[in-house]
């Protein structure tokens, strides 16, 4: 397995082959107006959604790992995962239907 440079956040423990997944578990303020089917833990990092505006002016939405609470932000980028599901629920925190980049990479 080739390291992803993902310094061990959610998803570097992937083998890399094309039907590997990791689980994550999505917390934040839209999700937590429903009930959450799993508790995150070290198996299911916890990920929130992030909004932002683009140098165009467009919308970027994406996920980036949570970190303990007054502790530094660190700056995440895309290593090449996304998060996905097929539930109603990730659509509508989402803000739309498909995949999210997670943004866990660190160099």
């Given at each position: 397995m080739i390291p992803d440079g993902s310094a061990g956040i959610c998803t570097d423990r992937?083998?890399?082959t094309a039907d590997s997944s990791e689980p994550?578990?999505?917390i934040g303020a839209v999700w937590?107006?429903?009930n959450s089917p799993v508790p995150a833990s070290e198996e299911r990092?916890?990920?929130?959604i992030v909004t932002g505006e683009s140098f165009g002016g467009g919308i970027t939405v994406h996920a980036v790992p949570v970190t303990?609470?007054?502790g530094p932000a660190p700056w995440y980028m895309f290593g090449g995962t996304f998060i996905f599901s097929s539930d109603s629920r990730f659509?509508?925190?989402?803000?739309h239907?498909?995949?999210l980049p997670l943004h866990d990479r660190q160099e």
């Open positions: 992937v083998a890399s994550v578990t999505l937590r107006r429903f990092p916890a990920v929130r303990a609470e007054g659509r509508e925190a989402a803000g239907y498909g995949a």
